[in-house]
């Protein structure tokens, strides 16, 4: 269905630029050197304008790629005694990949048990951590662009411990009306060097 109403936009498109070219230009130019390279040049150009916002579109988002933040990280931030740590400040949970990595008092080798022992500690980190997200259109030409911020949070303390950017677009109207541009073509996001949930937080006693 896509294709179909590509190949019918095109052709009204072409249509259009022929009927055009007949009916204004074609009639005032008689020399036959002239008028074939008007020709040739205005179909260039004709052909090229549907075009035009995806080609300045992608110089634009890559110039916001580019100046576009990294990930922030404000953190470690501190915890007492209570999910991730015991009265003596050890660890009461772990991740499944230190787990994995021979970092914990469990085995490494019991899958099984790192993956719950992985999950427990994820949840925790989600009764400690926040995540929330802003999104916004900061461009609408030539093509549109959103950029989302996700913050994370402290919850005990409302201290921001991570901030992630991201920006996005659909592309040009013909990506748009095709469906191309459904899934976000354009998209950029700085990855930061990997910061593992469990160097998220450390230890102080209270």
């Known amino acids: 269905m ?3 109403i590509i190949l019918v936009a095109a052709a009204l498109w072409l ?88 970092k914990s008092p469990f085995p490494k080798g019991d899958t099984k048990l790192a993956y719950e022992e992985g999950r427990r500690f994820e949840e925790a980190w989600t009764r400690e951590f926040e995540r929330t997200q802003r999104r916004q259109s900061i461009r609408s030409w030539p093509i549109p662009v959103l950029r989302e911020v996700t913050t994370y949070v402290q919850i005990s303390t409302g201290k921001v411990v991570r901030e992630d950017y991201w920006l996005g677009s659909p592309g040009g109207w013909i990506k748009r009306i095709s469906g191309w541009g459904s899934h976000a073509p354009y998209s950029c996001l700085k990855q930061a060097a990997p910061y593992p949930h469990e160097l998220w937080i450390t230890y102080q006693h209270r």
């Open 2 to 4: 896509s294709a179909l």
């Open 15 to 102: 249509g259009l630029g022929y009927l055009i070219w007949r009916v204004t230009l074609a009639r005032r130019i008689s020399t036959g050197f002239a008028r074939s390279t008007l020709a040739v040049a205005l179909a260039g150009l004709w052909l090229f304008a549907p075009w035009a916002d995806e080609w300045l579109g992608a110089r634009e988002f890559k110039r916001l790629c580019e100046e576009m933040p990294a990930v922030k990280f404000y953190g470690p931030v501190a915890v007492g005694s209570g999910l991730f740590f015991d009265e003596q400040g050890r660890r009461r949970v772990w991740t499944q990949s230190e787990i994995e990595a021979g």
